[in-house]
């Protein structure tokens, strides 16, 4: 056994330049000296203040912009600075992709942890929608019964039915975790709607069980919401292995 093992003394790994940037960024934002609207210094300005090459900085904005933690600043002086966003949504949604992806999670695992967040969420919209979110819903399963629609329109629909619950629920992360995911399975849902044989019977069937949710959410019935919204996304899922 070597020494380093012997004494719990682990060698420190060598960061590349774009990494020691990134992270000073990162303590800007947790230190809350970066929020979301201010602009980080332009390239050259960055450099300087942290004594590292412009490709190193430009490699970290590349690789912050592709998170879509900032938005990238273009041409020259003052107005050149990439932008912090002050929406983290996209930032999460992507990790959350790569990481069910690389990580191979099996479809139960993804499903249960939708089955509890949205258990969660049409709960507490039981609870605290008013009736201008009842009507916004209502305006959504409308919009979903449209025979124009094709099944990605549907699906963009759908996702902002579940993201509007959330967002009901008085929990601002939760409607953020709910957009997060969906974004996240996005193709693997219009997968199961391309495998199917007439989409639009299974989108009909969906839009009937997202009204009888509507109708549990406004009449304040939680248990009802919940029992509902769990048979809605078990019976999607069973779609997609038929």
Same mark, same amino acid.
Request: glycine content about 8%; hydrophobic content about 45%; cysteine-free.
């Given at each position: =056994?070597?020494?380093?093992?012997?004494?719990?003394?682990?060698?420190?790994? &060598?960061?590349?330049t774009?990494?020691?940037?990134?992270?000073?960024?990162?303590?800007?934002?947790?230190?809350?000296?970066?929020?979301?609207?201010?602009?980080?210094? +332009?390239e050259?300005?960055?450099?300087?203040?942290?004594?590292?090459?412009?490709?190193?900085v430009?490699? !970290?904005? /590349?690789?912050?912009?592709?998170l +879509?933690?900032?938005?990238?600043?273009?041409?020259?002086g003052?107005?050149?600075g990439? %932008?912090?966003?002050?929406e983290?949504?996209?930032?999460?949604?992507?990790?959350? &992709?790569?990481?069910?992806?690389?990580?191979?999670?099996?479809?139960? #695992? %993804? =499903?249960?942890?939708r089955?509890?967040?949205?258990?969660?969420?049409?709960? #507490?919209a039981?609870?605290?929608?008013?009736?201008?979110?009842?009507? /916004?819903?209502?305006?959504?399963?409308?919009?979903?019964?449209? /025979?124009?629609?094709?099944?990605?329109?549907?699906?963009?629909?759908?996702?902002?039915?579940h993201?509007?619950?959330?967002?009901?629920?008085?929990?601002?992360?939760?409607?953020?975790?709910?957009r997060?995911?969906r974004?996240? %399975? &996005?193709?693997?849902?219009?997968?199961?709607? #391309?495998?199917?044989s007439?989409?639009r %019977?299974?989108?009909?069937a969906? !839009?009937?069980q997202?009204?009888?949710i509507?109708?549990?959410?406004?009449?304040?019935?939680?248990? +009802?919401?919940?029992?509902?919204?769990?048979?809605?996304?078990a019976?999607f899922?069973?779609?997609? #292995?038929?």
């Amino acid at each position: =056994m070597s020494e380093t093992a012997d004494n719990g003394w682990q060698p420190v790994r &060598r960061l590349r330049t774009h990494e020691h940037v990134l992270a000073q960024i990162e303590q800007q934002i947790l230190d809350g000296r970066l929020s979301p609207g201010d602009r980080l210094p +332009g390239e050259r300005e960055l450099a300087e203040y942290l004594g590292v090459s412009r490709a190193g900085v430009r490699e !970290a904005l /590349r690789v912050l912009e592709a998170l +879509g933690v900032v938005s990238a600043g273009v041409g020259s002086g003052p107005a050149s600075g990439s %932008v912090v966003r002050g929406e983290g949504t996209e930032a999460l949604a992507n990790l959350l &992709r790569l990481h069910l992806a690389l990580s191979r999670f099996t479809q139960r #695992e %993804v =499903m249960e942890v939708r089955v509890q967040l949205e258990r969660w969420a049409v709960a #507490e919209a039981a609870v605290h929608a008013g009736a201008e979110d009842i009507a /916004r819903l209502r305006a959504v399963v409308l919009a979903m019964r449209q /025979r124009e629609i094709g099944y990605e329109q549907f699906n963009e629909l759908d996702t902002g039915f579940h993201v509007s619950v959330a967002e009901m629920s008085g929990n601002a992360l939760l409607g953020t975790l709910m957009r997060a995911l969906r974004d996240a %399975v &996005r193709r693997e849902m219009l997968a199961v709607f #391309e495998s199917l044989s007439d989409w639009r %019977v299974t989108a009909d069937a969906l !839009a009937d069980q997202h009204h009888a949710i509507v109708d549990a959410i406004e009449a304040r019935d939680s248990a +009802g919401a919940t029992a509902l919204v769990e048979r809605h996304i078990a019976t999607f899922y069973a779609n997609r #292995e038929n």
